[in-house]
Every structure is written in structure tokens, then in C-alpha cells.
């Protein structure tokens, strides 16, 4: 009886260690993906001379054998942006079937036979269900206080978030509500690091997006379509948002309701406003006259009375709505003591004081300024200038004005049609959307489902304040604006 015991024990421990050994054989095998899609990738992709360890530098960078190196991205970025298909190039690569969507040439597995229908099919449901691993975890969705770059792209109502640790493009949202291109236009994340905010050029509506899951959480209508920019107070409180027209709008909200607190307009009341920026409580604010000479400053500690006065941009000139220094953009420097006026009619940034509204520099720009962002850790402004084709003597770039000093410290090619840019102070870059419009900026590295000329995001390294070498990443068309969640 014994021997039959011991007999029955090691036939049972045998049959243990042979299903672990053929646990431990298939595991490694797909290595994190879900067995199907494993299976199609272990058998044409990762594989000698395509996209493993040895041969994914001559491949783009990408290695396909496992999830986990898929999701560190190629040479160009990410391949596969979860939940969206349609703009994941690994997708566009092995796809054959124009009703699928796009497709890259060449095709891929190169040198081998394309990729069945049902196979192409099984890779795009499996990437627009997040692609998750084969624990159902889909990536980036682990940490929602993690630090992220947005940028809108106003060609295509769309805006791209990377993962600003690792630079890596790891979700797109949707912004506006109809199939006709709204055109994100102004774009900022609440101090508290808690919403995003959209204002829309063809429209008329305001999005809130909550940052830590990036869905979409409120709206309002403003009161008229092609709203420009705006402005958030220090303490996430309120907005100004302006129309650009001869009797402009300028709305104040409040972002906690997402209400209107307050519209002023009327015949010649504001004229072409623009820019804005609002104080740490929201009580006093800024706005560019775009055609003007001046800007105007505006006190809401009570809305519904606003007191309103115009500063001349240069001392002792008198107001006029048309003037040569046409201002574009206003910001406070982070401690509120200082304010920066870009000038589009001079190519210059106007510095002031903010307690007493006096000129304190001027300062040319390498082309024609744009926006502004502050680094709080060094003693740097970062101005995006984009190039105007009747001045040949300014150029795209971003002009660098010493904070401490006052005084230039030096410009940077950084792409075509430079606009939006922001500083990200925790990894010591400032991110710089590149428009890309004109025909003879950069070709993009791939076509999509929106139409149009792909624009480029670049970075500077705020320690040497020269161009981070050898990255440069697409994303969609006209990529306007950069905003940034700490």
C-alpha cells in the first residue's frame, strides 16, 4: 500500500512539474500581450531581423516582444495610443484594407505575407479597447495624479496628451461636440493641477476636462461663436475669456458652477480684445487691445461693475485702438509683481510693473511674438515668434528673456511656426508646438484620418537653453496651443 502511495505521489508531482513547465513555455511567449494578439506579434514582429532586441534600432525603434517594450515607443513616439486606432501607427502599419482606416507603406511584417483581415481586425478592436495586457491593465491608467503635456490641435479637434515623464504620447480626447472642426483655440489647466480648460475658434462652446482621467466634465455656451483667449485666476476659481472683434467680448465665468458671472460689450467698449490674464483671486486683469496701443486693465471685485482704464504701451501716449505695437498676448510673471505684453506690430515683449503699471523694458523678439511661459525655477520667460512672410527679417523661434535681468539671453530655431509653448519646471524643458503650416515647413512623417499638414512638438533643455538633440514628435494638424498639468 505504501509503494502504491508514493507511486500515486510522484506521478502526481511529475504531472505538476510538467503543467508548470508548460506554463513557464507558453508565458514567455507573448510576454504580456493577450494570447491572440501575442500570437500574431511573436510570430511576424518580434522576431530576428524585425522588431526584437537585436534588430529594432534599424526597425524605428519598436521591440514587439513583449507589452511592456511595445509601450516604450519607437524613435517617432508612441505606435499604439490606447482606446484610438486611428491614430496609432502600429495599426496604420500592418493594415491592408482601406475600409479599415489608414494605412503606412511600407507594409508591414516586411518580407512577409500581410496580415489577414481578421487579423487586422483582432489588432485594432484589441488597440480601441485601450490595449490592455493580458491582466486586462491598460497603460498609463494607474496613476491619476500624473504629470501631463495637452496640446490642441486646431485642424483637427483634437487633443494629444503625452506623459510628460517619459514624453511619450499616451491618450487623445475629442474636443467639441459637432463633426464640423471647431478648432480648440486656447487651452489651460487650473493652477490646482485639477481641470483642463478649452475655448473653441468656431464655436461658441467652453469645455472642462477633469485632469485625472481626462474625461470630460462640464461645458458652457458663451454668448457668440470665435472665442480667442483666456486666462485662469491663481486660485482655479474664475476665467476670462475674450472674442476678438471691433466691439469685442470678454466673459468672466465662474469655474466652479461653469457659469457666466459677468459679459461686457457694447459699441466701442472693448475693441479687438484679445489676450488676458487674470491676478491670483481673479479681481484684476489684463487685456490686449489687438489693434491698438494700449491694453486695457479691467478691476472685478465686483463683476457686475467692472472698473476699467487703458495703459498706453509706451509712457506718455495716448490710448488709440489703432496703433503700431498691436498687442497680442499679457501674462503675469508667477509672483504676480510683473506683467509681459507681446507686441505683433513691433516684434518686441513690453515688460511692467504690476503695482504701478509703469514701463519697465523693452525687449526685441526674433520674430513676431506669440505666447509666453514662465519657468519658476529658473530665471527664464520663453516667448514663441512665429515668422512674417512680409518682414524678412524675422524668424520662427523663441526669443528668452532673463526674468531677473530683463534682458534678451538668446533665440532658438525650434520648427516651423512656432505658437504654443510651456515650461515644465519638475523635468527642466519648455514644450514647443510648431504649427508646421505653410508648405515649406517640415514633411510629416505620416497622414492620418484628419486632413491636413501634421504639426511637430520639440523641447528645450532649460539648463543649457539649447534644443534637446534628436527629439522631435508629430502630432496632429495645427498644433496651437501647450498647456501643462503639475
Known sequence: MRSCIQALALFSAALLTLHACTRDRAEPLYQGFPAKVGRIFAGNCGVSGCHNAASKDACAGLE???????????????????????LSTLFFSINTFPDLGPALSPTMP????????EEVILI??????GAPNDKGFVKWSDDPGRHKIYVANQGCDLITVFDSKTRLIMRAIDAGNTPATEAPHDMFVSPDGNYLYISFFTSNVFQKFRTSDDTKVGELNLPDISWHSMAIS???????VSHLSADGVVSLLDLGSMSILQTYQGTGFLVYPHGCTLNYDGTVGYITSQQGNFIYKIGLSNPSSPDIAMIPLQT???PNPAGIYKPYEVDFTPDYTRYYVTCQGTNEVRIFDSGNDSLLQVIPTIGVPQTISFSETFPYAFIACMQDTANTSTQSGVSIVNTATLQAVSSLYTGPQPR????DDEHQCVWVANRNISGVGWAPHHTTVCQGRAGYITLIDMNNLQMIPAWRTQVSVDPYQVAIKK
Open 64 to 86: 514587439l516582444t513583449s507589452w511592456d517594450k511595445l509601450f516604450e515607443g519607437t524613435a517617432n513616439n508612441s505606435c499604439v495610443i490606447p482606446f484610438r486606432p486611428d
Open 110 to 117: 516586411v518580407n512577409r505575407p500581410a496580415l489577414s483581415r
Open 124 to 129: 485594432r478592436d484589441w488597440i480601441a479597447a
Open 234 to 240: 491663481g486660485n482655479s476659481q474664475r476665467a476670462l
Open 316 to 318: 506718455g501716449d495716448i
Open 420 to 423: 504654443g509653448l510651456i515650461v
